[in-house]
């Protein structure tokens, strides 16, 4: 078995910064895609931004500028640098990985909120 767990949400004023970090931990043979999703409340749940084993990155273009994705494998663990936020961030961001443990399968994290608010 495998768990996801974010971590660093909160809440921030308009404009602040704030790191979120997901670790893994269990049956792990590899780690391959690692994900950062949210969902807002109403709204569909969207693919914010991705990143390989190999460290390729792809963004939303809502985030494109502000946000950083990045992983230390060493320690299975994804980071989520948010810079410049906004009220329209605010939302549960969720951790996703696609991992070869016991079985090949993906895993989501159980979520952390943002709130960006004055």
């Known amino acids: 078995q495998v768990q996801l767990v974010e971590s660093g949400g909160g809440l921030v004023q308009p404009g602040g910064s704030l790191r979120l970090a997901c670790a893994a931990s269990?049956?792990?043979?590899?780690?391959?895609?690692m994900d950062w999703y949210r969902q807002a409340p109403g709204k569909q749940r969207e693919l914010v931004a991705a990143i390989t084993s190999f460290g390729s990155t792809n963004y939303a273009d809502s985030v494109k500028g502000r946000f950083t994705i990045s992983r230390d494998n060493a320690k299975n663990t994804v980071y989520l640098q948010m810079n410049t936020l906004k009220p329209e961030d605010t939302a549960v961001y969720y951790c996703?990985?696609?991992?070869?443990?016991?079985?090949?399968?993906?895993?989501w994290g159980p979520g952390t909120l943002v709130t960006v608010s004055s």
């Open positions: 996703n990985a696609d991992v070869d443990g016991l079985g090949y399968r993906s895993y």
């Open positions: 269990g049956s792990i043979f590899s780690i391959y895609a």
